[in-house]
């Protein structure tokens, strides 16, 4: 039997976090849970064909039944799981092919002998409460699971919430999560129970996630190109979660910040388009969410950039090895309050809402003006935003020579501004000639980034050596030779990188527009 599953799923970083009785209260179920216990095997081929083509294949015990499920990629539905469902009773625990409905699949899977060729990959063992309850027009199943998840000598918990639609609307599913998540200390899940066994099993280490490719077709009407640079940009956000959660590794901080940068761009470059509450509540979510991470990756640079070669060049200078010591473990800290909003609930419901925002297009300005301009070509409102955004750069950076830090430092935003927009249009146009506008915008960057650098540690330097003040031997002495250790570094870099900054500039002056000047002059 083939069913399209559509679901979605909530996290629990605790799983005595919530206990059925209490969930129960909280959904206001007219009934008792269905409850059980579950031991579901998952099969793959030695080199997970399976899981190479997104399918996921497994046998559960339910009481005395066997229960075959293969489940392959489904429609795609923001921020939802969505999978075709193959299922049928079985005789033994080895998965059979003729127990697979769709006559094409199982050509496919005979062709490439799948089956022959299947081993148990590993297993999931846990608890289900389970309750059916309407929501708006929707029924939805409302599964609490609690178990592990095991590979061999290892095991892993598994907590989690699936919300699964069985009749009705997508978009009520995030307005019942919305409602779940304000009372009970979950995440958005991403991971599928599959998907998370497959990474145990395979000893998967999450990594850093960098933008993924981004293809606006020239067909893509302003609106529908605005819904995929977002998508992109969550798909961007939330690939990095689980580094930042499970490793050490600055470069998932980063990249998290580089999707919040992304999309705080996105939603200013398109403005005009904007319903003012969607765009309020975007906007005022993700500054939020930049400033919980903001000191963390503000310490990861200034310690690799300037602590570390410092203590490397000056390792007599027991001052900086002190600083240096210190600005680690407010680095531990500030990793710690990342985690925190992480696992803090208005993250998770500031997912669901543009989420849902996606889904229904409630996005969308509903004046005139926004109208039009929604339903404008992409490549049209891109040229009009690029040959804006040039201009006004063009205009601040033509007296670079005059400008004071301040004015340097908006230079450098509005570079930025001008790069992500630019990486955004890309596929618009010629690549070539965008590829080399960018690399010269990346240079500006290159030469402007220490200054700034230099402005964030600073402060940060105030803040660390008053945690050093009360060390053993610590007096105005010692936090005057570090002041002005630091300061004398950072003046340094920034005088080197300044000084090439002019022939940068004027090679990028120098560049041809990539894109078109018709519609974009104004």
């Given at each position: 039997?083939?069913n399209?599953?559509?679901e979605?799923?909530?996290?629990?970083?605790?799983?005595?976090?919530?206990r059925p009785?209490?969930?129960?209260?909280?959904?206001?179920a007219p009934?008792r849970?269905?409850?059980?216990?579950?031991?579901?095997?998952?099969?793959?081929t030695?080199?997970c064909w399976l899981?190479?083509?997104?399918?996921?294949?497994?046998?559960?015990?339910?009481?005395?039944?066997?229960?075959?499920?293969?489940?392959a990629?489904?429609?795609?539905?923001?921020g939802l799981?969505?999978?075709?469902e193959?299922?049928?009773?079985?005789?033994g625990?080895r998965?059979?092919?003729?127990?697979?409905?769709d006559?094409?699949?199982?050509?496919?899977?005979?062709?490439a002998?799948?089956?022959?060729?299947?081993?148990?990959i590993?297993?999931?063992?846990?608890?289900?409460n389970?309750?059916?309850?309407?929501?708006?027009?929707?029924?939805?199943?409302?599964?609490l699971?609690?178990?592990?998840i095991?590979?061999k000598?290892?095991?892993?918990?598994?907590?989690e919430?699936?919300?699964?639609?069985?009749?009705?609307?997508?978009v009520?599913?995030f307005?019942f999560a919305e409602r779940?998540?304000?009372?009970i200390?979950?995440?958005?899940?991403?991971?599928t129970?599959?998907?998370?066994?497959?990474?145990?099993?395979l000893?998967?280490?999450?990594?850093?996630?960098?933008?993924?490719?981004?293809?606006?077709?020239?067909?893509?009407?302003?609106?529908?190109?605005?819904?995929?640079i977002?998508r992109?940009c969550?798909?961007?956000?939330?690939?990095?979660?689980?580094a930042?959660?499970?490793?050490?590794?600055?470069?998932?901080?980063?990249?998290?910040r580089?999707?919040?940068?992304?999309f705080?761009?996105?939603?200013?470059?398109?403005?005009e388009?904007?319903d003012?509450?969607?765009h309020?509540?975007?906007s005022?979510?993700?500054?939020?969410l930049?400033?919980?991470?903001?000191?963390?990756?503000?310490?990861d640079?200034?310690?690799?950039?300037?602590l570390?070669p410092m203590a490397a060049?000056?390792?007599d200078?027991?001052?900086?090895?002190?600083?240096?010591?210190?600005?680690?473990?407010?680095?531990?800290?500030?990793?710690?309050?990342?985690?925190?909003?992480?696992?803090?609930?208005?993250?998770a419901?500031?997912?669901?809402?543009?989420?849902?925002?996606?889904?229904?297009?409630?996005w969308?300005?509903?004046?005139?003006?926004?109208?039009f301009?929604l339903?404008?070509?992409?490549?049209t409102?891109a040229?009009?935003w690029?040959?804006?955004?040039?201009?006004?750069l063009m205009?601040?950076g033509?007296?670079?020579a005059a400008?004071?830090?301040t004015?340097?430092?908006?230079?450098?935003?509005?570079?930025?501004k001008?790069?992500?927009?630019?990486?955004?249009?890309?596929?618009?146009?010629?690549?070539?000639?965008?590829?080399?506008?960018?690399?010269?915008?990346?240079a500006?960057?290159?030469?402007?980034?220490?200054?700034?650098?230099?402005?964030?540690?600073?402060?940060?330097l105030?803040?660390l050596t008053?945690?050093?003040?009360s060390?053993?031997?610590?007096?105005?002495?010692?936090?005057n030779l570090?002041?002005g250790i630091?300061?004398?570094?950072?003046?340094?870099?920034?005088?080197s990188d300044?000084?090439?900054f002019?022939?940068?500039?004027?090679?990028?002056?120098?560049?041809?527009k990539f894109?078109?000047?018709?519609?974009g002059?104004?």
């Amino acid at each position: 039997m083939k069913n399209q599953e559509i679901e979605l799923k909530l996290t629990l970083p605790d799983g005595a976090a919530i206990r059925p009785a209490a969930l129960r209260k909280l959904l206001a179920a007219p009934t008792r849970a269905t409850a059980m216990k579950l031991a579901t095997t998952y099969y793959d081929t030695a080199d997970c064909w399976l899981k190479n083509h997104g399918m996921a294949l497994r046998v559960r015990h339910v009481g005395n039944q066997r229960i075959q499920t293969l489940k392959a990629p489904g429609t795609v539905l923001d921020g939802l799981q969505s999978f075709a469902e193959y299922e049928a009773p079985i005789e033994g625990n080895r998965p059979r092919l003729e127990a697979i409905s769709d006559a094409k699949l199982r050509r496919r899977l005979d062709r490439a002998g799948v089956m022959t060729r299947l081993r148990p990959i590993f297993t999931t063992s846990f608890e289900r409460n389970a309750w059916l309850v309407r929501r708006g027009e929707s029924q939805v199943e409302v599964a609490l699971d609690i178990g592990s998840i095991s590979s061999k000598a290892t095991e892993i918990p598994l907590a989690e919430i699936e919300l699964e639609l069985k009749a009705g609307q997508p978009v009520d599913l995030f307005q019942f999560a919305e409602r779940l998540v304000e009372d009970i200390p979950a995440r958005l899940g991403l991971m599928t129970k599959a998907a998370r066994g497959y990474a145990l099993a395979l000893r998967e280490k999450p990594v850093p996630a960098r933008a993924g490719a981004l293809d606006l077709t020239g067909k893509l009407s302003a609106g529908d190109a605005f819904s995929a640079i977002v998508r992109n940009c969550l798909e961007q956000l939330r690939a990095n979660e689980t580094a930042i959660l499970e490793s050490e590794d600055d470069e998932a901080i980063h990249q998290f910040r580089v999707a919040i940068r992304r999309f705080r761009a996105a939603i200013g470059a398109f403005r005009e388009l904007i319903d003012d509450g969607a765009h309020a509540a975007m906007s005022i979510d993700l500054r939020w969410l930049q400033r919980q991470f903001g000191p963390a990756r503000d310490l990861d640079v200034l310690i690799a950039d300037t602590l570390m070669p410092m203590a490397a060049r000056m390792h007599d200078q027991s001052v900086i090895r002190d600083l240096l010591e210190i600005a680690r473990q407010a680095r531990t800290e500030a990793r710690r309050q990342a985690h925190l909003a992480l696992e803090n609930p208005r993250y998770a419901v500031m997912l669901l809402h543009i989420y849902r925002q996606l889904l229904t297009e409630d996005w969308r300005g509903r004046a005139a003006v926004a109208q039009f301009g929604l339903n404008q070509p992409a490549r049209t409102f891109a040229n009009k935003w690029l040959n804006r955004s040039h201009k006004r750069l063009m205009r601040l950076g033509g007296e670079h020579a005059a400008l004071s830090e301040t004015e340097l430092h908006r230079l450098r935003l509005l570079g930025k501004k001008m790069r992500y927009g630019a990486q955004a249009f890309a596929s618009l146009y010629d690549s070539k000639r965008t590829d080399k506008y960018l690399a010269h915008l990346s240079a500006i960057q290159d030469h402007l980034g220490s200054l700034n650098d230099a402005v964030v540690g600073r402060h940060l330097l105030v803040n660390l050596t008053k945690e050093l003040a009360s060390a053993p031997g610590w007096g105005s002495n010692e936090s005057n030779l570090l002041h002005g250790i630091v300061l004398g570094w950072q003046s340094h870099r920034i005088s080197s990188d300044l000084g090439g900054f002019r022939t940068t500039w004027e090679g990028f002056r120098a560049q041809r527009k990539f894109w078109s000047k018709a519609n974009g002059e104004g």
